[in-house]
């Protein structure tokens, strides 16, 4: 189901993504390859960044690295990965920023359909909660550190719904026609995507008890506030310049 989630996520998102390269005029081939090595190169950057993590647990266990089909992606990695990809695909058409722009509007769709596959190997959950909607974890699952509780905040779904409407805010701006200024120009897709991702992945991994972390600070966390602050420099520098 992990694999089935992720499969959707992907298959809808690049159906979406071809659909809007035909609304800008964009070579649909060259879409269709760059999907090819933005998922390649992402997929191998999702699951370094994971081997990096749990280095201790994989250099006794190196037959495993190569077990994608058993979880452990790090989006950060995906993401940065399927972004080299991207511009090793598309970087000589002279419509670089066009083509990922695409691919940042539809990122978060296959995110927000794919997260659904922590679900299915209750996984990506946070704190023990009391609330409705929290996730029940069966025993052996649990943290032992909380196996006396049974359900927990289910963060796959927080970031599921973020990711959703994160796209839908996207799409209706990057397809509404009247929108004009830096809006509508080359890049910003982009940067609103990789700034309101930062966003909400900071807060979300201070709800995670097992988060990797560097001197007490989740790494996630570290590297979205950072890219959160270049995406928010480079929005307001266009600002400038365009006023």
Same mark, same amino acid.
């Given at each position: ?28 081939? *060259? ?20 081997? *990096? ?191």
């Amino acid at each position: 189901m992990y694999g089935i989630c992720l499969f959707l996520g992907i298959f809808s998102a690049t159906l979406v993504g071809e659909r809007l390269c035909k609304k800008r005029n964009l070579d649909t081939q *060259i879409y269709w390859r760059a999907v090819f090595y933005a998922l390649l190169l992402g997929l191998l950057g999702a699951r370094l960044y994971h081997v *990096i993590h749990r280095f201790d647990y994989f250099i006794q266990h190196p037959q495993e690295i190569i077990a994608i089909w058993q979880g452990g992606l790090g989006i950060w990695g995906g993401v940065f990965g399927g972004l080299f990809g991207l511009i090793v695909s598309t970087r000589k058409t002279g419509k670089l920023t066009a083509y990922v722009d695409i691919f940042a509007v539809v990122a978060p769709l296959a995110q927000a359909i794919g997260r659904w596959g922590n679900y299915f190997n209750k996984e990506l959950f946070g704190y023990p909660t009391n609330l409705p909607w929290g996730i029940y974890i069966p025993l052996e699952l649990r943290p032992s550190e909380f196996k006396y509780y049974d359900h927990f905040h289910p963060l796959f779904l927080y970031e599921s719904l973020f990711d959703f409407v994160l796209f839908v805010l996207l799409y209706k701006l990057f397809t509404k026609k009247k929108m004009s200024g830096i809006w509508q120009s080359s890049g910003t897709a982009t940067l609103l995507y990789l700034g309101g991702y930062s966003f909400m992945r900071f807060f979300l991994e201070l709800f995670r008890f097992n988060a990797w972390s560097i001197f007490g600070l989740p790494v996630a966390s570290i590297i979205s506030a950072l890219v959160l602050l270049i995406c928010a420099l480079a929005i307001y520098r266009r600002r400038t310049a365009a006023n």
